[in-house]
């Protein structure tokens, strides 16, 4: 079975944050079952039968490594009790996963709600990540500040796993760390495969001191929608 690594270990300059690394070898093998797919996902299974979907970004440029290792996000190691070196079990997604209609979102602090390209970062990580699943959710919302920020998808809608594909309403609940007056946020956005833009308009839901700088700096916004006004 592979063995689980951080890619903080890895060689490669960038390593990846929302996706896997692995061997040229197993890559090839994962695009030979796949072939018809334009993004490849598998499932990860660790020893104690905890189970995630995951996107495969690519293969590992060290040929010197092991076939049998596996590169994985932080975050990765974290939401299946894996420590380094772990045994993991590893299997192609081959069945079709249903396009996400719907989620809703719970921050596990504020500050992360306060960014102020906060918005644009969340549909950026969707659109890398590739897939949404209920439970734990991680991803960097500021490039600038490659901080791992967490999320709870409490609902999903149409299964427990989906694409985040397409037009998809964003249900965005008070922080766990806030007090229950906090303001549920209602809104459609568009996620997008990567490589490609996603264009929304939250202009009716951010804070003006937070909508004018994003105005500036985007011809056009990613949101679009309605919605009330996020605290």
Known sequence: MPNVFSHMFSSDIDGPWWGIRCSPRVYRDLSRQMEDMSRYFIYITSIQGHTLVIAVEGPYQDLSIDDDTIFVPNWVLKRLDLIEGDEIMMEPVLEPIPKATSVTIRPMTGSTVQG??????????????GVIQN???????????????????????????????????????????????????????????????????????????????????????LFRGTGNRLG
């Not at 102020?116 to 990540?129: D, S, V």
């Not at 791992?148 to 609940?173: K, R, W, Y």
């Open 135 to 221: 439970g734990l959710l991680s991803a960097v919302v500021d490039p600038s500040l490659p901080d791992i920020h967490e999320f709870m998808v409490e609902d999903l809608s149409p299964s427990q796993v989906c694409l985040a594909d397409g037009d998809l309403t964003v249900n965005i609940e008070r922080a766990l760390d806030q007090p229950p007056a906090t303001p549920v946020v209602t809104t459609p956005v568009v996620t997008t495969p990567v490589a490609t833009t996603s264009t929304t308009d939250w202009s009716s839901i951010l804070p003006s001191s937070m909508l004018q700088p994003l105005n500036e700096q985007q011809g056009n916004p």
């Open 116 to 129: 102020p390209i906060f918005l644009e970062g969340l549909t950026e990580a969707l659109n890398q990540l």
